[in-house]
């Protein structure tokens, strides 16, 4: 693996995303008052090839 990722190739152990209709920079869990920091990564080209390359095969 470390050899693959020399020459480019990226290995993720785990990957999520979630679908958001209108970009929001955070967000508030009512039930704990818990606010996380949203990244927008849309323009990222590593991240859109992956989910392209996800949604084909979905």
């Known amino acids: 693996m470390t050899r693959e990722n020399l020459d480019g190739r990226v290995h993720w152990l785990w990957v999520s995303y979630s679908e958001m209709?209108?970009?929001?920079?955070?967000?508030?869990?009512k039930e704990t008052s818990v606010t996380i920091p949203i990244?927008?990564?849309?323009?990222?080209?590593?991240?859109?090839?992956?989910?392209?390359?996800?949604?084909?095969?979905?």
């Not at 990244?39 to 979905?58: H, M, T, Y």
């Open 21 to 29: 209709p209108e970009f929001r920079p955070s967000m508030t869990f």
């Open 39 to 58: 990244i927008n990564v849309s323009d990222n080209p590593v991240f859109s090839s992956a989910a392209k390359w996800l949604k084909e095969r979905g």
